[in-house]
């Protein structure tokens, strides 16, 4: 062999060999990685959180929750959703700006209140869905008089089953078209 060959061959391998150890040396993106996990993780929380608020006020409002206990559990979840409301600001401080948060953990405003206005912000879009699927709802008398008209038309087309095969028969047959029976 000659030595450009074996030089040209070392150099190829020296180069396959730093570009498959380069992701392995490269920590940043295992970094990355890691802080959107964490991110996703708050935000999930933080969406938990707004969910069993809007419940314990649910919940309250139909008398389910005593009295003397519903403060306290509203202080508890508002305790752990700030925490967790500091932790997101804390990484989005520490997140590059090409890197997309929720508006919510950018604000500058109290991690209580936040939570407040987006569990508001919830009840006023559950509200107003409900309000338009009731808006598309028959009444019950609407109901009704459908269900007699229906049965109206039903007593003159069919006089029931015939009793030898279980096909339905008509009112004026004198015999079960399918098995040939005599119904009177």
Known sequence: MDL?????LIALLLGV??????????THSGRVLQENQEVSSLMAERDR???AL???DFDFKLGKIPEEDYPVQRAELLQIGASVLKKL?????NQSPGNAFPKEAQKGVKAGSRLEQAAAANQADR?????????????DDEIETMLATRRKARKTI????????????LITDLFCPHCGKALR
């Open 127 to 139: 509200s107003s869905r409900d309000a338009s699927n009731k808006s598309d709802r028959i009444t």
């Open 158 to 169: 069919s006089a029931g089953f015939c009793p030898r095969c279980g096909k339905s028969v």
């Open 4 to 8: 450009g060959v074996i030089l040209l």
């Open 49 to 51: 959180i707004i969910t």
């Open 54 to 56: 809007q419940e314990l």
């Open 17 to 26: 060999g730093l570009y498959l150890a380069a992701p392995l040396m490269s």
């Open 89 to 93: 600001d804390h990484l989005s401080s």
